[in-house]
């Protein structure tokens, strides 16, 4: 980080006591205080997996306008589960965040199994509450801002036909890695595969606002509250986004945890703990309802897949630095596959009859 760029958003923001708490992904991020208490100053790096970083107002702005109001969402829905504070400022010279303290990072190697699943309960609930929460704005997708419009879904259209069309995508996907990839092809994994787009066809009604990234670098403890921040927020069929953690505590940083992106968090050393969080998110989301239960593993199944796919098409030419940073070499990425596909057989034929049941009894959402 740019000592002087630090320097110019202490003076700006009118903070003082910068204390280095780690680098993400994209930002930098201090502890700071203001007017008494404490807060976190975050700064967008200069170099992002290893290409410098371009400065885009409007995509800085719509990240950081729809983080303050997913932080609304998830307060109204559970005070203090999001930084009650927050703040930021774009422009070419200086971009930043301000935002309340929330507590340490999530320590998957010293939880208990029996923290892990309270902990995944925890965020279950906070994903579910959040849900209800009126968004008020229009379209769908990924957020985007521009100065005349201000904040909104990328997406206009209609919805349903946009579902249906990225089913439709899923089960193509499916076939063209089956196809090429002979660990892939199972009858069971293609008939769940159909459940589960039949079954989220059926629960959807209204796109509503969810969050992308709850990764643990983005989940504090601060005594028994669990807090997110660093959010990567959009409107659509929620179980989706639900599947999506479900996917990434089940199997994606247990398997990316060789890479350089993941390797410093060790993930392979507390699968069991991650596989805990999975656990719990599911019951405190689902709140008890099978169906709930069957629709997110519904999603979760198209997640798994998609994971597969998008490594499979890796191996295709030259690997990107970035996806070298993200997702390790080509030998890497191919020992992967045959573990992709060992899980995705695993999902599919114990969630298969929970889908029968589920579209038998009708949808849940």
């Not at 400065?55 to 930084?83: C, D, I, R, W």
């Not at 992308?212 to 660093?230: K, R």
């Not at 060790?266 to 998110?281: M, Q, V």
């Not at 796919?309 to 080509?330: M, V, W």
């Amino acid at each position: 980080m740019n000592k002087a760029k630090l320097q110019k958003a202490v003076l700006y923001a009118e903070v003082t006591s910068p204390e280095f708490l780690g680098d993400g992904a994209w930002h930098d991020a201090w502890k700071v205080e203001k007017e008494g208490r404490g807060l976190v100053l975050r700064i967008p790096k200069d170099i992002v997996y290893g290409k410098p970083a371009e400065f885009n107002e409007e995509e800085l702005t719509a990240e950081y306008a729809s983080t303050k109001l997913y932080y609304h969402s998830v307060n109204q829905a559970v005070k203090g589960a999001a930084p009650e504070f927050f703040q930021f400022h774009v422009s070419e010279q200086l971009s930043y965040t301000l935002e309340s303290f929330a507590g340490k990072p999530i320590d998957l190697h010293e939880l208990t199994r029996a923290q892990a699943i309270e902990a995944g309960k925890a965020l279950g609930e906070i994903y579910r509450k959040t849900e209800e929460i009126p968004h008020g704005l229009d379209g769908f997708g990924y957020l985007h801002w521009t100065e005349e419009s201000g904040l909104r879904g990328s997406i206009t259209g209609d919805v349903r036909q946009f579902l249906k069309e990225e089913s439709e995508e899923h089960l193509s996907d499916y076939r063209e890695l089956s196809e090429a990839r002979p660990e892939f092809q199972d009858a069971a994994v293609n008939d769940a595969l159909n459940l589960a787009v039949a079954l989220r066809e059926r629960g959807f009604t209204q796109p509503r606002l969810s969050n992308q990234d709850a990764s643990p670098e983005n989940i504090l403890i601060n005594g028994t509250q669990v807090c997110l921040i660093d959010p990567f927020p959009n409107i659509y069929y929620p179980r989706g986004m639900a599947g999506n953690f479900m996917n990434l505590y089940d199997t994606f940083f247990i398997a990316l945890s060789d890479t350089e992106r993941y390797g410093k968090h060790r993930f392979a050393d507390c699968a069991d703990n991650l596989k805990g969080i999975a656990d719990g998110f599911l019951a405190g989301y689902s709140a008890g309802d099978s169906r709930v239960q069957a629709e997110v593993r519904g999603e979760q199944l198209l997640q798994l897949l998609e994971t597969a796919y998008s490594q499979f098409h890796l191996l295709s030419g030259n690997l990107p630095e970035e996806a070298r940073i993200r997702y390790g070499n080509k030998r890497q990425i191919e020992d992967r596959l045959a573990t992709l596909a060992g899980e995705l057989k695993a999902l599919a034929a114990s969630e298969i009859g929970n889908f029968e049941e589920a579209l038998e009894n009708g949808a849940s959402l």
